[in-house]
């Protein structure tokens, strides 16, 4: 089974600041795909970014990039120039090729500080 | 592109009645539907996976009688919780799929059974 672990309930940075949200994962697929999902109060959930098991590049959507170790089975997301709109809870997600079955991480509770 | 709605956002109802939740995808065709139980402060927890036209296939300790899921087309799946009771009161998410690649989330339905 895979599992996806985020070891920080909670994380604050300061506005314009750069932070960054680990997550790891364990899996013995070899074809997968990753995601971080942003869920603000309002609970929709937002795709901030995906990254599949067999490209090497890293994924950048804007501000919002990771850094994808398929070796060491981590995929942290580093968001650039914070904005308190970005304040909310981010959950970091795992999807098995051809499966479609998604699980998530515990979620890390971003606030984003004027 | 990739809209998913949820119907109704909110409901209330007594304890021993039945409740119907509807996921929609608006603008493309789902093949596959899936649908999500969020605890207050937790990750989200697959429930039960939809194909349309097939039964569902539930996750390990969720009760396919008490929570009825039917994908009759490739727009819309219900799940339709029976008998409710107070500890089933929760906020329930459903996501569709296009592909393998990703789902798209529905906006969520709060449901509080008195």
């Known amino acids: 089974a895979q599992t996806v672990t985020q070891s920080q309930p909670e994380m604050s940075v300061q506005e314009a600041e750069t932070v960054t949200l680990s997550c790891t994962y364990d899996t013995s697929e070899n074809n997968y795909y990753l995601f971080w999902y942003k869920q603000p109060p309002s609970r929709q959930m937002i795709l901030v970014i995906r990254q599949e098991a067999y490209k090497q590049q890293n994924a950048t959507e804007n501000r919002f990039s990771v850094n994808f170790q398929k070796a060491a089975k981590s995929f942290s997301l580093k968001i650039s120039d914070s904005q308190l709109g970005d304040t909310a809870m981010y959950f970091c997600?795992?999807?098995?090729?051809?499966?479609?079955?998604?699980?998530f991480g515990a979620g890390t509770r971003l606030t984003v500080k004027p | 592109g990739a809209v998913v709605s949820q119907h109704p956002s909110r409901v209330i109802c007594k304890s021993g009645t039945s409740v119907k939740i509807e996921c929609r995808s608006l603008?493309?065709?789902?093949?596959?539907m899936f649908w999500y139980r969020q605890f207050p402060k937790q990750s989200l927890m697959l429930m039960a996976t939809?194909?349309?036209?097939?039964?569902?296939?539930?996750e390990q300790g969720v009760e396919k009688d008490k929570f009825l899921i039917n994908h009759a087309s490739l727009t819309l799946s219900t799940l339709t919780v029976t008998s409710a009771h107070p500890e089933d009161s929760s906020f329930y998410i459903c996501?569709?799929?296009?592909?393998?690649?990703?789902?798209?989330f529905g906006p969520g339905t709060r449901l509080l059974v008195l």
């Open positions: 996501s569709a799929s296009r592909d393998r690649r990703s789902q798209y």
């Open positions: 939809s194909n349309e036209g097939s039964k569902a296939t539930y």
């Open positions: 603008d493309f065709q789902a093949t596959t």
């Open positions: 997600a795992f999807m098995r090729e051809g499966n479609n079955d998604m699980r």
